[in-house]
């Protein structure tokens, strides 16, 4: 197991890799495995990719960001020219149903409200909007559709496994998964950053789930 100084060291070199990012204006401290990354950014994209680049680290138990978009120059938009914008970019985004998603924006930080069918739709909506100019922060507020087809805890479990098998990954024998209605709550312990976004995307791919709730811990 890394020490918190052999993670400080990891997370900000990993942080001067990510091309995207200006790693010398962000301050990296870590206590018991927890990151903490601080200092501004020029975009909300830079600072998305800064909280990437730590994810990536193996041994980061958890993060908290401190991180400050603050905008200079060119990159300053008013908030109806970022409503403008984002409108636009959401109308050419082929995954999404016409006027599905509403917009509000203020001062810079996007809201995204409205209803889909999936949350490849919803994900796509906010990655759209992420890398726009002007744009300070996304609060995804997209609601799933209900669904006909029950959920069940044995459909989500098999979507899991078959995902992790298919990348080979570790057994999903250790996620445990609850389902309430249309909502399914994943526990256990899964090994990196990318099992866990494995298992969580593999959840929302079951038809049906409108709610998918993160409890699982990383075991390093």
Sequence with gaps: ??????LQQDVSAELKWEPSVHAARIGVEVKDGVV??????DSFAEKWNAERAAQRVAGVKAMTTELKVHLTGLSMRTDADVAEAVENVLEWTSSLPAGAIKVMV?????????????????????DSVRTLM???GVS???????????VTATAVKSDIEAALKRRSIADARKISVAVH?????LS????????RDTATSSAWGTPGVRNVVDMMSLAH
Excluded: F, N
């Design 1 to 6: 197991m890394k020490t918190d100084s052999q």
């Design 36 to 41: 903490t990354l601080a200092g501004h950014v």
């Design 106 to 126: 203020e001062g810079g930080w996007v809201t995204l409200s409205g209803d889909v069918d999936w949350q490849y739709q919803r994900q796509a909506a906010t």
């Design 134 to 136: 002007g744009v300070t």
């Design 140 to 150: 995804d507020q997209i609601g799933i559709k209900p669904s006909l087809r029950p």
């Design 181 to 185: 209605g249309s909502d399914v709550t």
């Design 188 to 195: 256990g312990t899964v090994h990196s950053w990318d099992e």
